[in-house]
């Protein structure tokens, strides 16, 4: 299984906790780690909680240890990208307008008070 790092934080780790127990009482004993990206060749600081759950384990389980990173990003990327997936301005400018619409009509429907632009 694969996570985000928030999994493991203060707000989700109860929830996290409850699933490590009802896989170990069905017989599974996981492992798990916030491993990044980076130590495993990728060119992305991403990290992300991997667990590893073994049913009725008896030889355990060790997370493979980092490795150099020797990639750039730029070593990935094309260096020629076609103009069909090029995202035109007005798209932009209308997620844009898209994104603050919602966020300003949850901050007044969550905080149950009016929203006052700055």
């Not at 600081?45 to 980092?66: H, Q």
């Amino acid at each position: 299984m694969e996570n985000v790092k928030a999994l493991v934080q203060k707000k989700f780790k109860p929830h996290f906790d409850e699933w490590l127990k009802q896989l170990e009482e069905l017989g599974y004993t996981t492992y798990w780690q916030v491993l990044n990206a980076t130590g495993y060749g990728m060119p992305q600081n991403r990290e992300r909680v991997i667990a590893v759950s073994i049913l009725n384990d008896t030889e355990g389980f060790a997370f493979p240890k980092p490795i150099p990173l020797e990639l750039k990003l730029k070593d990935l990327l094309e260096p020629v990208v076609d103009r069909k997936y090029y995202i035109k301005a007005d798209a932009i400018q209308s997620r844009l307008e898209s994104n603050f619409c919602h966020r300003n009509h949850s901050i007044v429907h969550a905080g149950g008070g009016r929203f006052v632009e700055p």
